[in-house]
């Protein structure tokens, strides 16, 4: 079992920087791989990113390549997503997740989720 809680999102201007952060609690914490997605109003739920085990394999859609960053922490049972060069389109709520299975980019679904924390970009 593995309880997530997000923080970190807000608003910001476009180009700007948000750093989302997921504390995790549970033993097993570092079994999991550990996700993030977004859902933007109106619009079907998102892969971000995912990061293994060890933190050592990470992988992004398109989308965020080269903008985004995600890492984790299992003797802090914490994973962070720092966001550069935000765009209008990455405006969403982001969810981090957890699941023992790896999930592929096109993933809807993982076994825990956060509450998720809204992340605002303007123009």
């Known amino acids: 079992q593995v309880q997530l809680v997000e923080s970190g999102g807000g608003l910001v201007q476009a180009g700007g920087s948000l750093r989302l952060s997921c504390a995790a609690s549970?033993?097993?914490?570092?079994?999991?791989?550990i996700y993030w997605f977004r859902q933007a109003p109106g619009k079907e739920r998102e892969f971000v990113t995912g990061?293994?085990?060890?933190?050592?394999?990470?992988y992004y859609v398109d989308s965020v390549k080269g903008r985004f960053t995600i890492s984790r922490d299992n003797a802090k049972n914490t994973v962070s997503l720092q966001m550069n060069s935000l765009k209008p389109e990455d405006t969403a709520v982001y969810y981090c997740?957890?699941?023992?299975?790896?999930?592929?980019?096109?993933?809807?679904?993982?076994?825990?989720w956060g509450q998720g924390t809204q992340v605002t970009v303007s123009s």
């Open positions: 997740a957890a699941d023992r299975v790896l999930k592929g980019v096109g993933a809807r679904t993982a076994d825990y």
């Open positions: 549970g033993r097993t914490f570092r079994n999991y791989y």
């Open positions: 990061i293994s085990w060890r933190g050592t394999t990470t």
